[in-house]
């Protein structure tokens, strides 16, 4: 069975740095394309990053040169290193992993993320 758990968030200081993690099991996860998902209070969820089995990677504009993804197919796991976090990036991120010859999707649970002083 897949499953995709993230972890890694919590309170974070305007300015500061946290580094989210998304274990992956249940599926052969290098062959899939992994991305990070963020859905704040009242807002769509949106596509924040996302890494391919190539390791090519696709940010959107609001993040680039502010969040690093990357992948470790060793270890199943995805990351999402995000660095000067804003108050207005306060938001559930959700991890997800997607094979597009099937359409295989699995999602995460969601893990908070509230920058505040």
């Known amino acids: 069975q897949a499953q995709l758990v993230e972890s890694g968030g919590g309170l974070v200081q305007p300015g500061g740095s946290l580094r989210l993690s998304c274990a992956a099991s249940g599926f052969t996860y290098s062959r899939y394309t992994m991305s990070w998902y963020r859905q704040a209070p009242g807002k769509e969820r949106e596509l924040v990053a996302a890494?391919?089995?190539?390791?090519?990677?696709n940010y959107a504009d609001s993040v680039k040169g502010q969040f690093t993804i990357s992948r470790d197919n060793a270890k199943s796991t995805a990351y999402l290193q995000m660095n000067s976090l804003k108050p207005e990036e306060t938001a559930v991120y959700y991890c997800n992993a997607k094979w597009y010859p099937t359409n295989n999707d699995y999602w995460g649970k969601g893990i908070q993320v509230t920058v505040s002083s």
């Open positions: 890494i391919f089995s190539t390791g090519t990677t």
